[in-house]
């Protein structure tokens, strides 16, 4: 059987992500919200599917940006690394990351794992402190 969910289009995809983030946002319990993301997630990899095919440039600005929310989201559970994955994936759909927010991921990094790691972080990335 395959999932309703196939059928939908970019925007509508796009906007089945924004539902459950907004839910994940307002969610009180922890393995909700990581369920919530999850279905964010989901939704959205079925919108960059349906945009792959196109051109438009807005679309995938927008998958962006709820790419860098749902990393928020994560980011505010403790949940680093998936945070990370969040951002990138919006980077790779062309949002561009400004300075002010690559400053404040590399601030809560080293309040949560120690200016050692920060900075083998930022070696990697070829970013500065």
Known sequence: MT???SSLSTQQALELARVYLENACR???ADIILVLCHDTEVSLSQAKRSAKHS???IERKRIGTVYIQLGKVLHNQ???KEAQTSYKK??????V???RFIYQIHRTILERVGKEILIVICLINHTTL
């Open 3 to 5: 999932s309703p969910r």
């Open 27 to 29: 969610a009180k319990d």
């Open 55 to 57: 051109d438009n440039q």
């Open 78 to 80: 403790g949940r680093s």
């Open 90 to 95: 919006a980077e790779k759909l062309g949002y």
């Open 97 to 99: 990351l400004g300075r």
